[in-house]
């Protein structure tokens, strides 16, 4: 006898609510987490991170419903049905540990990108650990060093956009401008070519907004991070006809795809020279990867571009958005860029003439202010989830193995305990030794790239950029903030994975009203 459709949805739904019902009994009493402290709407399932994220308020709001349950429950909570989040800032070397400690990224997390062959989106700890030793190399002080000239040369481009806008009476958009000097510096640095955009003022706001809109679909994909994969499945056109800026980033997934064919075929018929194979740093990222001691199963053209990508777009947003904030912070605090012009000028009296950023990294008041951008910015919002084959012990509690476990670099470099009044640009926290007030090294607290074997390669690089150019800019040029609120466009109050002003901000404006070249 056949159903009749009645019959049969009935009884499809009468099973899934039996189903529901026993996974919501089976998380709440038998679950390994069932005795953590924590809301149980939120151990029950995962609607209740749903719904912060992307239905109350202007979405990304977990991160913030994240503190509320600890003011709650304490330092540790169960967030989820399968996740702990912990804010202790003494338990961040035990989470974040270096080698040869070992920590799988929590699967969920490293498929949001899409980019699972790529150091980033890569979950188990010894195939990540060959695979960022093989970039190691490139990203070193040394070989950050050595690209110095190429930093110079964009930083130069960065500073003459300056010029033209006091020469044409024009307000700087300094998110733009930025995002263009770091976009085209990473390109140059890793890949030996660059797209000029800081010549293509249209091409650097459509990137920009490229930017934005990924950052926006952030909270979705945290919550369904598996779309990110089917999304690359389907065809371009369908993404320029239903979300036309989210086309650019799949045609940079593209591109990159070019890129990488390029080098592959290029290799194959002009090996590079072994006298090359054996310089301190090699021509591209790609010669890194593929001249590597790598198998050849890690030299494929997927893993090349999918690790291109996300070096291109990690690399030039955060360094931007730091660049931004540093300035507008500097302009919010007279006294501190008093001092900070003082010192660049004794260092610099021919503007000119710019030194190494060697020298650049020993001045006090600049080394102070870029740390404390860092940690006031705090830009990276979201939680890091790990996993480890042994378990854990916080405090009293015990982790089982294999559990993920998450913490939020922001809220360790903004604990009050540490830094008072965490969210003052204070550049004087890291003066004269840099103590708390019970004796600690605030140092060991300072993880704006995160810590351990999960740390951001890019440190050198991203450096390098800041101290360069924003040495350069403040020798150069006055600057006044123009149309620019704190509470609209620099107050953190979304976690799109970097923090995000309000909806519809336009970031820090200046105008030049004097140039000093």
């Known amino acids: 006898m056949l159903l009749s459709p009645l019959q049969l949805s009935f009884g499809l739904g009468t099973c899934a ?9 089976y998380r709440l009493f038998f679950h390994p987490l069932r005795n953590y402290p924590g809301p149980k709407f939120a151990a029950a399932t995962r609607w209740y991170e ?14 913030w419903e ?36 070992h920590r799988d990224k929590y699967p969920p997390f490293a498929a949001m990108t899409g980019n699972p062959e790529a150091s980033f989106g890569t979950v188990e700890h010894n195939i990540h650990r060959k695979r960022k030793l093989a970039t190691s190399p490139f990203f070193s002080k040394r070989s950050v060093a050595d690209a110095e000239p190429l930093l110079r040369k964009q930083a130069e481009k ?77 065809p371009l056109w369908v993404f320029q006809l239903v979300v036309p800026v989210l086309s650019r980033f799949l045609e940079l997934h593209k591109e990159m795809k070019i890129q990488a064919t390029a080098f592959l075929e290029n290799e194959k018929i002009h090996p590079t020279p072994l006298a090359v194979k054996r310089t301190e740093r090699p021509p591209t990222v790609f010669h890194g990867i593929y001249q590597s001691s790598l198998p050849i199963e890690e030299k494929s053209l997927n893993r090349l571009s999918q690790e291109g990508l996300v070096m291109i777009v990690a690399g030039s947003e955060s360094t931007s958005r730091t660049l931004m904030l540093a300035t507008y912070y500097l302009l919010s605090a007279p006294h501190v860029m008093e001092q900070l012009k003082k010192e ?4 610099m009296p021919d503007p000119m003439t710019v030194p190494p950023v060697k020298v650049l990294e020993s001045l006090p008041w600049l080394h102070a202010v870029i740390k404390e951008t860092f940690r006031t910015s705090a830009v990276f919002t979201t939680r890091f989830p ?6 854990l012990r916080y405090k009293d509690w015990v982790i089982p193995s294999h559990t993920p476990v998450s913490m939020t670099t922001r809220s360790t470099m903004h604990d009050p305990t540490l830094f008072p009044s965490p969210e003052t640009f204070r550049p004087e926290r890291w003066l004269n030794g840099a103590l708390s007030k019970d004796g600690k090294d605030l140092t060991r607290y300072y993880v704006p790239f995160s810590r351990g074997t999960r740390i951001c390669p890019g440190i050198e690089l991203a450096y390098a950029e800041l101290y360069m150019a924003l040495a350069m800019i403040i020798r150069r040029f006055d600057l006044e903030l123009y149309d620019t609120d704190y ?23 200046v105008r030049v009203t004097a140039v000093h070249c």
């Open 17 to 25: 609510a039996i189903y529901g019902i026993g996974l919501v009994f």
């Open 50 to 63: 749903f719904y912060f994220d992307l239905m109350k308020g202007m979405g990304g709001q977990f991160a």
């Open 66 to 101: 994240i503190d509320r349950m600890h003011e709650v429950y304490g330092p540790i909570v169960r967030i989820n049905p399968d996740e702990l989040h912990v804010k202790d800032p003494e338990w961040i070397d035990v989470l974040y540990a270096g080698n040869p400690t």
């Open 158 to 234: 960065l500073c003459q956009t300056f010029e033209d806008s006091y020469t044409n009476d024009e307000v700087v958009n300094l998110h733009i401008r930025y995002l263009g000097f770091t976009t085209d510096s990473v390109s140059e640095f890793a890949f030996a070519r660059s797209d000029g955009l800081q010549g293509n003022v249209d091409g650097l706001e459509d990137w920009a907004e490229t930017l934005r809109m990924v950052g926006a679909v952030f909270p979705l994909l945290r919550q369904f991070p598996w779309m990110i994969k089917v999304a690359l499945k389907l």
């Open 344 to 347: 660049i000028l004794e260092a």
């Open 386 to 391: 790990l996993t480890t084959p042994e378990t």
């Open 487 to 509: 509470e609209r466009d620099i107050k953190v109050v979304r976690d799109c994975f970097l923090g995000e002003a309000k909806p519809g901000s336009q970031g820090v404006k």
